[in-house]
């Protein structure tokens, strides 16, 4: 069964480094989502991805985070200038038009 | 935005009873999830369902749209069912919507 990849698996990072976090979506799945877990706490959604374009981002999705598709096919989730709160499990999903949800396995950040 | 409770936050239960998870939503949807997160954190989806009653192996998930209620329920439990359980709701009618999570349910089951 095909599956989301997500790379890498860890992360630790210096706060205020960037960090480029990667995920392969299912091929032909159309809806592209990035959330995070901070840990303790509840799932919570950053940004989705639909036609290439953001289709929606919530408040945590500020200027500090961008997502590209850089070819065509792949997914970034790039966070500059990191802060000790971006610490968190960073999930990418993707959705076939019946809405049922393929999560990736997750990275986890730690900025020290 | 969908609220999304879920009850209880903790479980603890023997192996081979019977289990439930119930999960409340604000918000009418065309579908709500059930997911499993393991220790390692990886989230799994278990069933996405939108009336009635959807049945996995000893998996069992329920919804009532009128009154915003579903259910999750393991039969037989057995200490590899011990996870965090979330349902998950989509924040408009669409399916394809970004999902609202509750805040989990930790099932431990021992021997």
């Known amino acids: 069964e095909p599956e989301v990849t997500q790379t890498p698996s860890h992360q630790v990072t210096q706060m205020g480094q960037e960090v480029i976090l990667r995920c392969v979506p299912i091929?032909?799945?159309?809806?592209f989502y990035w959330y995070r877990q901070i840990l303790g706490q509840k799932v919570e959604f950053l940004v989705s991805?639909?036609?290439?374009?953001?289709?929606?981002k919530s408040e945590i999705f500020d200027d500090q985070f961008s997502v590209e598709r850089p070819d065509g096919s792949n997914f970034t989730l790039k966070i500059r200038s990191t802060k000790l709160e971006d610490s968190a499990m960073y999930f990418c999903?993707?959705?076939?038009?019946?809405?049922?949800?393929?999560f990736g396995p997750g990275t986890r950040l730690l900025v020290l | 935005k969908n609220e999304v409770e879920q009850s209880p936050q903790n479980l603890t239960a023997q192996e081979g009873e019977f289990i439930t998870i119930n999960c409340s939503y604000s918000v009418g949807i065309s579908a709500l999830h059930w997911l499993q997160q393991h220790p390692g954190g990886g989230i799994v989806s278990l069933f996405m369902l939108s009336s009635g009653k959807k049945k996995h192996g000893r998996l069992i998930a329920t919804i009532n749209i009128q009154e915003k209620h579903s259910s999750l329920h393991i039969t037989a439990s057995h200490p590899r069912d011990s996870a965090v359980y979330i349902c998950a709701a989509p924040d408009s009618g669409g399916s394809n919507y970004k999902l609202t999570f509750g805040k989990g349910t930790l099932l431990t089951v021992n021997p």
């Open positions: 991805f639909y036609n290439n374009e953001i289709s929606e």
């Open positions: 999903a993707n959705s076939v038009p019946s809405g049922t949800q393929y």
């Open positions: 091929s032909n799945h159309l809806y």
